[in-house]
């Protein structure tokens, strides 16, 4: 039985690589993705590995960390979901990007918030269909009633539902002006961005001479800055407790930390 939970709400303000470590056509180093949805993820491993870096002190770890956090011999007390897709940011001709989301999304959010027994986001339940999106009366990414996005022209609605939406997420991330770029997609259109919408970085390896070295050229995708990805942090037990974990953190998430990749603002909230 969960004795505690805490949501976790990440916020990318840089691009951010989690990889998988192997090539996918084009793409040496791909980002990791669901398999059933082919959205990306950010693993619970990667994000565990973060926060118990976070709080090891040089070599050593005091003696609540390793009961959190597990060891060789035991398993931790925290246990850890993976960080799923809620918004991926598309640009879009007018408002800069949107904050893009999909019913398929909030569905499954609204579940597992259930689930986890987090209140605040029971009613999440809608449904967008072919060319439609919808989006808060205050959006800026509207022109003549469309919403033009990368390659695509749709159909933008003003909604009351989005616009509760919107409200329930921007107070959950301490992002109050979300709704002027939250628009809600079909599941469709909204899988087609989350293959499309993804940085492609040409990265280079220079020799001696400061040119590019055999095997030096490789390609590699990250998640843009501005994504948003939702998950939850449990324990079966008193001790140690979620406290500890605070109620919001700046980390660097994944691969290529020197050059400023996954540099990102975590909330946590009961």
Known sequence: MIKDKRMVLLHALTPLHVGTGQAVGNVDLPIAREKATGFPIVPASAFKGVLRDLFRTGDNEEDWVIRAFGDEKVAGAWVFTDLRLLCLPVRSFYGVFAYATCPLILRQLQQRAHAFGVAGFENLTLEVAGTTALAPSDTTLAHNGKLYLEDIDLNLQSSPE?????????????????????????????????????????????????????????????????AIFYGFIATTGTEPALEALGDERLLQIGGDASIGRGVCRVVMRA
Request: net charge negative; no cysteine; proline share 3%.
């Open 162 to 226: 989005a616009e509760a939406i919107t409200q329930t997420i921007g107070n959950a991330l301490g992002l109050p002006a979300l709704s002027r770029q939250f628009v809600i997609l079909s599941d469709e259109v909204f899988n087609f961005f989350s293959e499309t919408a993804t940085e492609i970085n040409a990265r280079v390896r220079l020799d001696d001479t400061k040119t590019v070295a055999d095997g030096g050229l490789w390609y590699e995708e990250a998640v843009p800055a501005e």
